[in-house]
């Protein structure tokens, strides 16, 4: 179970709207979406207005969603936003992500991973033989984890885990 996102830094300032940004190879922004700022220590700053254009990374500007290699808001985001602060879309935020009554075993990836969650509830689970991590949690707020047995992580071995 992996609830994540993906995040942009701002690379730089292009003029008062339009910011030119490091993004991974899955992240899409279009016209019309509105993003989300947080420093670069990921302490949240909020809502920026709404995209109003991309330029594709190799390609030219549009209004649908593609990778960005820069991107122009509606209105001037230079007073909220610095070099180095990390976006992502609001509408592929994972807020309140529940993991409840669930079982695992022998895996060779984490069984949960949140990343960049606001808020959310690991509960009921009993998680057994990972490669990895039983659970990772990074970037969040106000995750709880309650009534969740992990045994063996980090470690697959014995004739029924990781075979």
């Known amino acids: 179970m992996v609830a994540d996102n993906e ?9 008062d709207r339009t910011v030119r940004v490091y993004a991974g190879f899955g992240t899409r922004v279009g016209a019309g979406d509105r993003l989300v700022a947080a420093s670069d220590r ?12 991309v330029d ?30 990390a976006l992502t879309g609001a509408r592929m935020q994972n807020a309140e992500t529940v993991v409840r009554d669930t079982r695992v075993r022998s895996t060779r990836a984490r069984f949960v991973r949140l990343g960049g969650v606001a808020g959310g509830l690991v509960e009921d689970n009993t998680f ?6 039983g659970v ?18 980090g470690l697959l071995r014995g004739p029924d885990i990781g075979q």
């Open 7 to 15: 995040l942009m830094a701002v690379r730089e300032f292009l003029d």
């Open 42 to 53: 990921l302490e949240r700053k909020g809502m920026l207005p709404a995209v109003e254009a």
């Open 56 to 85: 594709e990374r190799g390609g030219g500007v549009t209004g649908d969603p593609v990778n960005p290699e820069s991107i122009t808001f509606t209105e001037p985001v230079r007073d909220r936003l610095a070099t180095g602060d």
């Open 128 to 133: 057994v033989g990972t490669n990895s991590d």
């Open 136 to 153: 990772e949690i990074a970037d969040a707020e106000s995750v709880t984890v309650t009534e969740t047995t992990v045994t063996a992580p």
